[in-house]
């Protein structure tokens, strides 16, 4: 069953197209992973789905639908009511995202009064209770600290904590563990996984680490300059990549089951700036493959395993 | 040594403080403080300077133009001073902060609005402005409040549009509105206690300002109407007697310098303290 449907989105800053024609959906209870390097439009794939986009970004055109809900249309208080009832977000500046004058027992229980789902009394047990939940000892002393008097990693548990406080059916996890340490990283991963499991709570997951991917998600969702370019299972995405750029993605990653080949491989180049894209495929300035045909738009092709492009590749190499 | 260079340094930081809540004190308890009724007018022991003693008591400070007591006139001027002040700084900021605040989170055409009339206020010259409306409203202790807190209104809502536009993209804001808070709950719980450091810096320093500009008001005739003791009115009328009885002037001027000073040394260690925020 689909929860999040989101169908031709297109974002754009003034006449700037940052997110151009995305087509992606989730379903209930499943985890996806929107990957891609910066400046691909991930983000603001989710702060979409969110009606958080900041001052000068519009939805220019397409539809987003969570459950029966119009979201793309929805009126300020109709999100603001979804927000943290049906939607959560965690954040990927586990620190900074955290309000520092606030206790964070406080900050957990925030979306239940917010939506006046609990007393104060109830919310505050609650709140003690996730955090509990998501791993952090005495959390009856620790919910009354102030967030500088935790570590980024116990930041992180915090901000999980009230984002599942709420029951959210989808969460939007923006590189949740990009600003932790490898250690820390394991862990949060596998809480988050084993709160979904228990919630039942569907996730996109924007990041641009592989691993991260392998780790949690059942579909990938391969990003590039504001399109997406290849779509699929994540098995299938890794042992069978189309697109060259999920290709090259792939390949990025140390892999244990070979011999070490010398210096790790990096994707030339860096992604261009909206206004520098090229017309056609975006990807053909840091292609190994380019031709004339990639001087048109490549669509989005097959059905499970959806890729964009004319010339895919065959097999990972 | 240098034991008591810090002694020494946090005299100085504490003394402001300390004269503050004395005159908070006089203020306060200017009743029971002050040896005379500051109206009560003796016209035989008019002009006499400071020690001069009449049926067994003395006038500390001297006597004034009508024969009134400078030290008890002293002591009831402070309230007015201190009340002036402490009003108009809580009007305008509170006019201010929101105005400010309403600016920088909801953007837009309401910001547009509000900052432009933002820059006529600060462009209109603040003494001109004042003098404008207390002869369309009249003289007298509220409107001298009125006028002080339109008059300097702006410099709050500056303060406040510049520090809620940094606060406002930091991601702890992004999260609480991810969580459904309104624009109200996310600008008085996330924004608001994360901005009142500098807020508070530009009070205290205002809070000087506006003990000079009542006393201003009150000197051009324009403040708190006689016989009500004021400093700046004190001073005013000091000023005709200024070579022959120093002390109706200087008494209370320099009581407002005291006052101001402190005030102005209040903020500029709350400035230190955090940083700054003007």
Same mark, same amino acid.
């Given at each position: 069953m689909t929860l999040l449907a989101i169908q031709d989105l297109s974002v754009r800053a003034g006449d700037l %197209? #940052?997110?151009?024609g995305v087509t992606l959906d989730v379903g209930a209870g499943e985890v996806v992973a929107l990957v891609g390097e910066s400046g691909s439009g991930k983000s603001l794939t989710a702060l979409s789905v969110m009606g958080l986009l900041g001052d000068g970004l519009t939805i220019e055109s397409g539809s987003i639908t969570l459950g029966e809900a119009? #979201?793309?249309? $929805? %009126?300020a208080s109709v999100m603001s009511e979804l927000r943290g009832n049906e939607i959560a977000m965690i954040f990927q500046e586990p620190v900074s995202s955290l309000? +520092?004058?606030?206790p964070v027992g406080a900050q957990v229980a925030e979306s239940l009064i917010v939506h006046g789902r609990a007393t104060a009394e109830e919310a505050k047990a609650q709140a003690i209770d996730m955090l509990r939940q998501v791993g952090i000892p005495e959390p009856e002393s620790r919910a009354r600290q102030l967030p500088a008097e935790l570590s980024g990693g116990m930041c992180q548990r915090v901000m999980i904590a009230a984002a599942f406080i709420s029951k959210p059916r989808l969460l939007i996890a923006?590189? +949740? !563990? !990009? $600003? #932790?340490d490898v250690t820390i990283q394991a862990q949060i991963l596998e809480l988050m996984s084993a709160l979904t499991t228990e919630t039942g709570t569907a996730i996109l997951l924007i990041t641009h680490d592989m691993g991260v991917v392998a780790e949690l998600a059942d579909r990938v969702c391969v990003m590039y300059g504001g399109c997406v370019v290849e779509q699929g299972p994540v098995d299938t995405i890794f042992a069978k990549p189309r697109h060259p750029y999920t290709r090259m993605l792939l390949n990025t990653l140390p892999r244990l089951d070979e011999e070490p080949k010398g210096e790790l491989f990096a994707i030339p180049g860096n992604v261009p700036s909206p206004q520098d894209w090229p017309s056609g495929c975006r990807f053909q300035t840091r292609c190994d493959r380019p031709t004339a045909a990639c001087f048109e738009r490549p669509e989005l092709q097959g059905d499970a395993h959806r890729f964009a492009c004319f010339h895919p590749t065959g097999v990972a190499s | 040594m240098t034991g008591r260079g810090a002694t020494f340094k946090s005299t100085l930081t504490w003394w402001p403080a300390g004269l503050l809540l004395v005159l908070v004190i006089c203020a306060v308890f200017a009743y029971w403080l002050a040896p005379f009724d500051p109206d009560r007018q003796n016209l035989l022991g008019r002009?006499? =300077? =400071?020690?001069f003693e009449a049926r067994g008591k003395v006038f500390l400070l001297g006597s004034d133009e009508l024969g009134r007591d400078v030290l008890s006139r002293l002591i009831y001027g402070a309230r007015v001073s201190l009340l002036v002040a402490a009003l108009s700084v809580l009007l305008s900021g509170f006019v201010g902060v929101t105005v400010g605040m309403a600016a920088g989170y909801l953007r837009g055409w309401i910001e547009t609005i509000l900052m432009r009339l933002v820059d006529i206020f600060l462009s209109i010259p603040a003494i001109l402005l004042a003098i404008i409306t207390v002869a369309v409203l009249g003289p007298g202790f509220i409107n001298v409040v009125l006028v002080l807190a339109l008059t300097r209104w702006p410099r709050y809502a500056r303060v406040a549009y510049g520090q809620t536009l940094a606060i406002a993209g930091r991601p702890f804001v992004t999260l609480a509105r991810s969580m459904g808070a309104s624009p109200l709950r996310v600008l008085a719980l996330h924004i608001l206690p994360n901005i009142v450091g500098p807020l508070l810096v530009v009070a205290t320093l205002e809070f000087g300002l506006m003990v000079l500009f009542e006393a201003g008001l009150s000197f051009l005739g324009l403040g708190v109407q006689p016989p009500t003791a004021s400093w700046g009115s004190m001073l005013s009328t000091g000023r005709n007697y200024i070579a022959t009885a120093w002390w109706i002037a200087m008494f209370p001027g320099f009581a407002l310098f005291l006052l101001v000073l402190s005030a102005n040394l209040i903020g500029d260690r709350f400035g230190d303290r955090i940083g700054d925020g003007r």
């Open positions: %197209s #940052l997110v151009d119009n #979201l793309s249309g $929805a %009126s309000n +520092p004058l606030v923006d590189e +949740p !563990t !990009t $600003a #932790l | 002009l006499k =300077p =400071p020690g």
